[in-house]
C-alpha cells in the first residue's frame, strides 16, 4: 500500500510540473476567452475587443523602471497603434490601485488589467513568481504597492480571430511597442 500511495504521488507530481513547464501558447494557437479586473475597477473581458489585433503584454511590476519604460512606449505610439486597428493591453500581478497609480502618474491611454491571481499568465503560458511589494512615493506620498504574483515580460499580438501571430517570450521593455507596430504593419492575415 506504501508503495501504490508513493507511485500515485509521484504521478501527480510529475503531472504538476509538466503542467508548470509547458511553453504555453504558440503561434497560430486560438486564445480562450479570458478576463480581469481594469485599473478602474470594471470587468475587462477580451470577448469585447472587436479590434483587428489585441496586443497583450505582460510585465513583472508596475512603476519600476523596465515596466515604465516599456508602457511609456505603448502610450507614445497608440496612436499609431489606433490607425492600425490594434487595441493595446498591459497585465501583471499588481492590485488594482497599482494600475491606478501607474496609469495616472505616467498618463497612460491604454488598459492595464490586473491578473494578481496568475490565472491570465496560465492561460498564455507565461511564467510567473513569487509577488512582492515596493514603496513609491506618489504626490508627495508614500503608498506600498503589492502584487500577487510576478509575471515574465512576454508579448503577444493576437489577430481579430483572436489567433496569436506573434509571441516574445525574450523582450526588450525599451523596443517592444516598435517591434509589435512592425509585426502589425507586416502582417498578412
Known sequence: MKKITSIIALITIT??????????????DKVSEFSGTDDTGANWKSSTVKSDFLVVYFYPAAMTGGCTAQACTYRDDKATFDKLGATIIGISGDE??????????????FSLISDTEGIISKIFGVPTKEGGSITREIAGENFLLVRG???????????????????????NATDDSKKVLEVIKNYKG
Open 15 to 28: 503531472f504538476s510540473v509538466m503542467a508548470q513547464n509547458t511553453n504555453g501558447l504558440k503561434l497560430g
Open 96 to 109: 488594482v490601485k497599482n494600475l491606478k497609480y501607474f496609469k495616472e502618474t505616467s498618463q497612460l491611454n
Open 149 to 171: 504574483i510576478t509575471a515574465s515580460r512576454w508579448t503577444f499580438v493576437l489577430d481579430k480571430n483572436k489567433k496569436i501571430i506573434y509571441k516574445n517570450a525574450e523582450v
